[in-house]
Each structure stands twice: as structure tokens, then as C-alpha cells.
């Protein structure tokens, strides 16, 4: 059972920049794969970003390569998502959530936080 609360969403101009945060309860936090989503309105949410259990290996879409950054701290039960040069089109819900496999698809993810508001103003 892993339990997620995020936060660090909130309104920055375009080409500013935003660190989410992902605190997770539970023993277990160091053996799921963390990954963030977002899903702006009218549209399906999408894959953004996601780390191994260890933090060896981090992968990030293309939509956001070489601008975002996600890191974790299993000491601290906690996973991070630093967002660089933020576009307008980055404006999203965006949610943390836990998988037991290295994956991207969002139905794979067992465990899910309540999400948090990014705005972008262009």
C-alpha cells in the first residue's frame, strides 16, 4: 500500500520554472517505479516522466526532454519533478503515481496522488 501526496503546483510565466514534489507513504517506496503524468483539460492524460526504484535510471518524453528533470530520495520517501523553460502548452494537472514495473502506460501504475495545478502564462 503506497499513499501519495502532491504538491509544488502553481501559476509561473513562460519560461519560468517549477519544482513538484511527491511525498509517499509506506516501507516498500524504494521498490516502485515513480512516475509523473499530467492531462490538461479536454485531453488524455499523458506520460511525462518516470525513475526506478534505486533512482538509477530516470526516462522523460519527448515533450519535455532536456527541460524537465525527475529525481527521488527514498530516505526521505519522496520523488521530485523540476520543470525548466516552461512552455504554455506545459499547463496541466500533473500527478504523481507508483508502479510495480518500469513502465509508461498509466495502467500500469497501481497507486496514484490527487494531482496538482501547473498554469503557464504565455
Known amino acids: 500500500q503506497v499513499q501519495l501526496v502532491e504538491s509544488g503546483g502553481g501559476l509561473v510565466q513562460a519560461g519560468g520554472s517549477l519544482r513538484l514534489s511527491c511525498a509517499a507513504s509506506g516501507r516498500t517506496f524504494s521498490m516502485y517505479t515513480m512516475g509523473w503524468f499530467r492531462q490538461a483539460p479536454g485531453k488524455e492524460r499523458e506520460f511525462v516522466a518516470r525513475?526506478?526504484?534505486?533512482?538509477?535510471?530516470?526516462y522523460v518524453a519527448d515533450s519535455v526532454k532536456g527541460r524537465f528533470t525527475i529525481s527521488r530520495d527514498n530516505a526521505k520517501n519522496t520523488v521530485d519533478l523540476q520543470m525548466n523553460s516552461l512552455k504554455p502548452e506545459d499547463m496541466a494537472v500533473y500527478y504523481c503515481?507508483?508502479?510495480?514495473?518500469?513502465?509508461?502506460?498509466?495502467?500500469?501504475?497501481?497507486?496514484w496522488g490527487q494531482g496538482t495545478q501547473v498554469t503557464v502564462s504565455s
Open positions: 503515481a507508483a508502479s510495480r514495473s518500469y513502465v509508461s502506460s498509466a495502467n500500469m501504475y497501481d497507486y
Open positions: 525513475i526506478t526504484g534505486s533512482g538509477g535510471l530516470t
